[in-house]
């Protein structure tokens, strides 16, 4: 599939697959969006409140909400596990062009996003004293983890891209991956996922969407 990187409105970088008609991330700006769906609503609920998250991402895509929560990690000294499912990682020269970092203005920012997209599949990467990432090749019908996680960003592409990815039996490997009390956060709020959501356990919570967006979703086991 053909990758065109396109700048959003806050002047991030996002990438655009025709094939599809989907963004990476919303129009309205991408990190703002990473910022409010899966930091605001999704780490900051669980931050400082026990000496170690763990924390799924469906669809790493850019890495851009990874390097965001490194950067929460090493912000407020907080451990993290990070795992993360992506079947079609972006090449070097598509990702080298993100310009994430210039914006963000954080020390250290270039080299951590460098560790994140440079680090070996399948095997636990320690990129910085706070945060380590594993990064699977692979589906995420293909995914089986047993409460394990305090958190999942749930980031694929939309339902009307992808329908196969928001199903009750996806939805059910989300909760079964959950520790009790775990969350999973969405920038979706159609009205037939949450209820898909409702069908495989969740308590579901309709919140304040990022600029451009009503509502977003977070589920709680």
Same mark, same amino acid.
């Given at each position: 599939?053909?990758?065109?990187?396109?700048?959003?409105?806050d002047g991030s970088t996002s990438?655009?697959?025709?094939?599809?008609?989907?963004?990476?991330?919303?129009?309205?700006?991408?990190?703002?969006?990473?910022?409010?769906?899966?930091?605001?609503?999704?780490?900051? $609920?669980?931050?400082?409140?026990?000496? %170690?998250?763990?924390? &799924?991402?469906?669809?790493?895509? #850019?890495? +851009? =909400?990874?390097?965001?929560?490194?950067?929460?990690?090493?912000?407020?000294?907080? $451990?993290?596990?990070?795992?993360?499912? %992506?079947?079609?990682? &972006?090449?070097?020269?598509?990702? #080298?062009? +993100? =310009?994430?970092?210039?914006?963000?203005?954080?020390?250290?920012?270039?080299?951590?996003?460098?560790?994140?997209?440079?680090?070996?599949?399948?095997?636990?990467?320690?990129?910085?004293?706070?945060?380590?990432?594993?990064?699977?090749?692979?589906?995420?019908?293909?995914?089986?983890?047993?409460?394990?996680?305090?958190?999942?960003?749930?980031?694929?592409?939309?339902?009307?891209?992808?329908?196969?990815?928001?199903?009750?039996?996806?939805?059910?490997?989300?909760?079964?991956?959950?520790?009790?009390?775990?969350?999973?956060?969405?920038?979706?709020?159609?009205?037939?996922?949450?209820?898909?959501?409702?069908?495989?356990?969740?308590?579901?919570?309709?919140?304040?969407?990022?600029?451009?967006k009503r509502e977003m979703t977070?589920?709680?086991?």
């Amino acid at each position: 599939m053909t990758q065109e990187l396109v700048i959003t409105a806050d002047g991030s970088t996002s990438i655009f697959i025709a094939a599809l008609d989907e963004h990476y991330h919303s129009v309205h700006g991408a990190i703002q969006e990473s910022k409010h769906v899966f930091i605001q609503a999704g780490l900051n $609920k669980k931050l400082n409140l026990q000496p %170690e998250i763990s924390i &799924l991402e469906i669809g790493f895509g #850019t890495g +851009l =909400n990874a390097l965001l929560t490194c950067l929460e990690s090493e912000k407020y000294q907080q $451990k993290i596990v990070y795992t993360a499912i %992506e079947k079609f990682p &972006l090449p070097e020269n598509i990702y #080298t062009q +993100l =310009n994430y970092c210039t914006l963000l203005e954080t020390n250290q920012c270039d080299d951590l996003f460098k560790k994140i997209h440079n680090s070996d599949w399948k095997i636990e990467n320690n990129i910085s004293a706070y945060f380590n990432l594993t990064k699977h090749r692979q589906n995420i019908e293909d995914c089986a983890f047993s409460e394990q996680f305090d958190i999942i960003y749930f980031d694929a592409f939309a339902p009307s891209a992808q329908p196969e990815l928001w199903t009750e039996i996806i939805f059910s490997s989300m909760y079964n991956s959950l520790k009790k009390d775990g969350i999973l956060v969405t920038y979706c709020a159609k009205g037939e996922v949450k209820r898909t959501m409702k069908k495989a356990g969740f308590k579901v919570e309709a919140l304040p969407g990022p600029i451009g967006k009503r509502e977003m979703t977070r589920a709680i086991k």
